[in-house]
Every structure is written in structure tokens, then in C-alpha cells.
């Protein structure tokens, strides 16, 4: 796979003010890859699990960076590594990918690897790519779509064969949205290759609309900050409504200067829902409040560029110290969205991507 090598061309890209130089983007984009192992997997950290979402979005940032061979690796890794029945398990051993740690099967992290696919297709072009991912895409959409609900959501995970391999229904709002998200971008790869996938169409539509209108059909976690902000990140409530949502809660997540809180009342705010938060307000259009939060995390940068996952406020204290490639690759994400990253735009913003067919009826 080759070492890491600095591109000042595409860290230009991801300057912003107050939150990364050229010198500290390429730095962040460089430990990043230091982490990746050379069959493409992506840890959190070296000696800690790989799960399949946040190995995408790792993934996502080293293309952002212009690491495409290494973006590709890791979408190599997934395609070497999913099971007979579409899915991922949910958490791999670093360093033994053939050994999991939860064979869980977890349909938000199944789902993801479409967004990565499509991102790293839109950065690269390469036909070939989406080619041979194409399979691996398809088998994963319809892992998931098997554990879609009759209002539309979609159930959280299949249990680990030992635990009696059952379908988990309850369904998570922040999950159901990042499926959202992952859905219509599985369905941007079906009409770029002419390949008409209309089930898909209307479980996109049946999903957006329990997102949009019937909370009852999620488990109540409104304590966590991702369920305040994913239903706009992942693009399913838009204009006034995402903007009223985003008003209702802002005081009781976000802390001034700190960044967001991951979960109430805990004063703990983390780097990776705050990077996320930033996105989700840039898909509004309020870049400038999305460069006040990424402006507001910097005391989680750590030295070698990447950041620590969070930071108890009432005891002025980073917790837990760990330094995750996944936090680093959401501040490299948000960072490429606000500097016109056109393959970022298309995944995040949402304007580009099949919609799914209309079904406020139900």
C-alpha cells in the first residue's frame, strides 16, 4: 500500500480558520493512515476493534486528503471481509480481522459502506471501482432492507448467530437516519450504472417519512445528542423543520467553547458529535456556525493530529483517553464539506441524491 505521503494540493482544500492550517491538515490526514493496516483495515486506534462505520469514515477523510489508494484498500477490506449474507459483523480484532469481537450484525454500520463507495467514487471517478464494489453494495442494502418495519423504520441489528441470530426490531432514530443517508446513496450508485432498484425507492421514501413524522416508531434516546442532529445530517428533515429542531434543543447540547455534549446531563462533550453536528449545519447552510463548533473542539487536538475522543468539563479532564481515527476522519469530513469538497457535498448535502418515492400517507 506504500507510506503516507503529504498532499499540499488537497490540504489547501481544508484549511478553515481556527481549526486546521495546511501544515495540521496534512498532519491529521497522515496519522490517519499511520493507524490503517496494510490489508486496509482502519482501528479506532492501533490495539483497539475496527467496526464497519467508522472505518468508512476514516475511510471518507483519506480521500479527502487525496489518499485514494489507501481510501481504496479500506473499501477493499470490506468487500474481503462481508459475510455470505450482506452484512458486517459489528466489531473486528485489530490486527486479526478474521477473528470478531461482537457478531452482532448491526444495519447502520451495514448500510454505511454505501456512502463511502459513492464518496470515493465521486473523489476518484474510477469506473472500475464502483464496478467491483457494485456486488458488495447490493448484498448490503438488501441485509438491511430485510429488517425494515412495517412503518417504514428499520430495525437495529441481527443478533450474533450464538445469541440465537434474531432480528433486534426496535429501531434507532440515529441509526434509521444514517440508513436514510446510506440508502439514497446506494440508490445514486443503482442509476449511475443504469440499474433500476424500485424496492429500494420505496423503502426510502417509507423510512424518510417515519424519520420525518412518527417518532413513536423509534426507542426513545432523545437524551443523546445524535438523535437531536442525525435527522438532518442524514438529510431526512430539511428547510423549516430542521431548523426548528436544531433551535428547540441547542442550549441543552452545546457548550459554548467546549463543543457538544454526547449524552444529558453529562458534562462531557465529545469531538466526533461535535464534527457531525457541524456537518448537519452546513447541510442547513449555516457554515458559520458550523466553523464555531469545529473552532470550539480544537482543545481535543492532540499532538500528531489526532484528537481525543472527548472531555469532562467539571473535572477538566479528557475522557477516555483515546485518540480515534473516527473523530479525526469527521473533522476531515466537515472541514472538506465547508471548503466546497465536491464528493463531500454530494454524499452530505443531499441535493444530488435520489430521493425514494413519496409515502406521507402512511
Known amino acids: 500500500m506504500g507510506t503516507y505521503s503529504q498532499r499540499p494540493g488537497r490540504a489547501e482544500r481544508l484549511v478553515l480558520p481556527g481549526v486546521l492550517t495546511v501544515e495540521q491538515a496534512a498532519e491529521t490526514a497522515a496519522a490517519i493512515a499511520a493507524v490503517q493496516r496494510e490489508d486496509g483495515a482502519i482501528p479506532w486506534f492501533r490495539g483497539h476493534h475496527l467496526d464497519p462505520w467508522d472505518h468508512v469514515e476514516a475511510a471518507m477523510a483519506l480521500d479527502v486528503a487525496g489518499e485514494h489508494g489507501r481510501a481504496e484498500a479500506a473499501y477493499r477490506w470490506l468487500a474481503d471481509h462481508q459475510n455470505s449474507d450482506g452484512s458486517w459483523y459489528a466489531a473486528y ?121 412518527h417518532p413513536e416508531r423509534f426507542l426513545d434516546k432523545n437524551r443523546y445528542s445524535m438523535d437531536w442532529y442525525y435527522p438532518v445530517l442524514g438529510g431526512a428533515l430539511t428547510g423549516a423543520a430542521a431548523k426548528e429542531r436544531m433551535e428547540e434543543h441547542w442550549d441543552a447540547f452545546v457548550v459554548p467553547g467546549l463543543g457538544v455534549r454526547c449524552v444529558l446531563p453529562n458534562p462531557w462533550v ?93
Open 93 to 213: 480484532a485489530d490486527g486479526d480481522a478474521d477473528r470478531p469481537t461482537d457478531r452482532g450484525r448491526e444495519t447502520n454500520f451495514v448500510a454505511y459502506p454505501a456512502v463511502g463507495v459513492l464518496h470515493h467514487y465521486l473523489s476518484t471517478g474510477d469506473d472500475a471501482f464502483l464496478d467491483r464494489m457494485w456486488p458488495t453494495v447490493f448484498a448490503a442494502v438488501e441485509f438491511v432492507l430485510q429488517l425494515q418495519q412495517p412503518g417504514g423504520q428499520i430495525g437495529w441489528k441481527r443478533e450474533a448467530p450464538e445469541d440465537g441470530g434474531a432480528d433486534v426490531t426496535d429501531a434507532l432514530l440515529t441509526g434509521s437516519s444514517s440508513i436514510y443517508q446510506a440508502l439514497r446513496c446506494a440508490l445514486a450508485i443503482a442509476e449511475h450504472r443504469e440499474e433500476p432498484q424500485p424496492d429500494w425507492e420505496l423503502a426510502v421514501g417509507r423510512l424518510g417519512h417515519a424519520i420525518r413524522s
Open 270 to 362: 465529545t469531538g466526533g458529535e461535535s464534527c457531525e453536528l457541524a456537518l448537519a449545519l452546513w447541510v442547513m447552510g449555516e457554515s458559520d456556525r458550523a466553523v464555531e463548533i469545529l473552532q470550539s473542539i480544537q482543545h481535543l487536538r492532540a499532538e500528531g493530529g489526532l484528537y481525543w475522543t472527548g472531555y469532562v468539563f467539571d473535572d477538566k479532564a479528557v475522557w477516555p483517553e483515546e485518540q480515534t481515527t473516527w473523530t479525526a476522519g469527521s473533522l476531515l469530513l466537515a472541514a472538506a464539506a465547508l471548503g466546497g469538497d465536491e464528493a463531500t457535498t454530494a454524499v452530505f448535502g443531499g441535493e444530488r441524491l435520489p430521493s425514494g418515492l413519496d409515502t406521507a400517507c402512511c
